[in-house]
């Protein structure tokens, strides 16, 4: 952890992305923007953007507009409740030291920049505690170095910190923990901070909500675990309930505050933008040089392989993490920009990175147990997707690797450069987002 945090801050200190104030933009922004509205405008419907305000400050918060004429935030609030304590140290930091405290100067841009280390850490923290229980620690040790250094995680630690995928990586990593410890033992403070946690997910990103598979096919391998487990559940029926409740209540503010805005209290903020579960892109998700997840980080190439090796390992996780994470895969790719904008990798999936941390560690271990003499085989692609990776987070930082547009050809001419090439015009392809927000097909 120690290494972790030191390499992040020494690339983000070198980076130093508060500066250009480079981190409140985009996606960021809609997280984000609730707490400026409350804290300093003291106004969360926004009404202060209707009258006569510079394109800049309309700019800073992006709003999309409700049916009835009201701005809406584009984001649920559950990355802007992550940020508070981040917030407030930069907003009394801004006020002590003379920056403007308008909760977008510089300080601020800095402590949300920060707010993606420190969730990562906890998520490392819980993912060591999860993955102990089955595997030794070396190998453990390794799961999370490959899988900090050797995907788009640093990415978005860095160049691009802030965004919500870390912060989703750390929740499922808790959730896994304490799921594991109220099935051995279903206490109230278990039922409570697993409502807690769920509630988190679903306002930090609704999909997310999807964890909850995990949960109801954790150890069920045959229909009469199934039937166990109902009696289990009917015999610690206030465990749930309770935990359902507190996810309720923590989830109820965002209800009201749609309702007030829209006079609904179920709203699809993203307005005019949908999932098209009849058309999904999963193979161009997973193997596209646009943005295909195995392309770009090829290191889950073992997660995958991993999964079915639980069913031996770890039985338990097999079906779960199975049923889980085929879902989650075609639920993502089932949005109608299904390369995610301006980014590098397939940043949507780097949410369930600490799940299939488990069928990664689990691969691992049966290589060592099974074919002992392809340990250094397996090292060696090991020690290449970590080169490959880093070489590549900075092609990403310097656009070489095109935020929305490569192609195949593209990616084997940058391959080995760090300058951009001359006419790579013509050897890109932009996406159509017209067409692909109407769920047409754009995608060659």
């Not at 409740?81 to 907003?91: I, K, M």
């Not at 993955?131 to 030794?136: A, E, G, Q």
């Not at 749930?240 to 209540?249: G, N, R, S």
């Amino acid at each position: 952890m120690f290494f972790i945090a030191l390499s992040v801050i020494w690339v983000n200190i070198n980076h130093e992305r508060w500066h250009s104030k480079n981190v409140i933009l985009h996606d960021v922004v809609n997280y984000y923007g609730y707490l400026p509205a409350i804290f300093i405008e003291q106004d969360i419907s926004l009404s202060f953007l209707k009258q006569e305000v510079s394109p800049n400050k309309i700019y800073r918060y992006t709003p999309n507009k409700t049916p009835n004429g009201n701005y809406v935030f584009k984001a649920s609030m559950g990355m802007a409740l992550t940020y508070l304590p981040f917030f407030a140290s930069a907003h009394l930091f801004a006020k002590t030291f003379a920056y403007e405290a308008d909760g977008f100067s510089g300080p601020y841009h800095f402590a949300i920049l920060c707010s993606s280390l420190f969730y990562f850490l906890i998520g490392i923290f819980y993912l060591h505690k999860v993955l102990k229980r089955y595997f030794n620690e070396v190998i453990v040790l390794t799961v999370i170095f490959c899988f900090c250094f050797a995907t788009n995680v640093f990415y978005y630690l860095t160049i691009a910190g802030g965004l919500s995928h870390i912060v989703g990586f750390s929740i499922m990593a808790a959730f896994m923990h304490y799921f594991i410890k109220w099935y051995e033992q279903p206490k109230i403070k278990y039922s409570v901070i697993l409502g807690f946690i769920l509630a988190i997910a679903v306002l930090v990103r609704p999909i997310n909500g999807l964890m909850i598979v995990l949960f109801f096919l954790y150890n069920i391998q045959s229909l009469d675990d199934l039937k166990t487990r109902l009696k289990f559940y009917a015999a610690n029926k206030f465990a749930l309930v309770l935990m359902a409740i507190t996810a309720f209540v923590l989830v109820l503010p965002q209800l009201l505050y749609w309702k007030f805005i829209s006079g609904q209290y179920f709203f699809n903020s993203y307005v005019g933008e949908h999932f098209f579960f009849n058309h999904p892109h999963v193979f161009y998700g997973l193997f596209s040089f646009r943005k295909g997840w195995l392309i770009y980080t090829p290191l889950m190439i073992l997660a995958v392989l991993g999964l079915f090796t639980l069913k031996k390992q770890l039985p338990a996780f097999f079906i779960a993490q199975l049923t889980f994470v085929a879902i989650y895969i075609y639920v993502v790719f089932s949005w109608w920009c299904w390369w995610y904008g301006g980014s590098f990798g397939q940043r949507a999936l780097i949410d369930i990175y600490s799940v299939l941390a488990i069928p990664f560690a689990a691969f691992l271990n049966f290589v060592k147990l099974k074919s002992p003499s392809k340990t250094k085989w397996l090292q060696m692609f090991l020690i290449f997707v970590l080169v490959l990776n880093i070489w590549q987070t900075t092609q990403a930082k310097y656009n070489i690797i095109h935020y929305d547009s490569m192609t195949r050809s593209n990616y084997f001419r940058v391959l080995f450069t760090m300058t951009k090439q001359d006419n790579r015009e013509l050897y890109l392809q932009h996406p159509d987002y017209e067409k692909a927000l109407k769920g047409e097909e754009e995608y060659h």
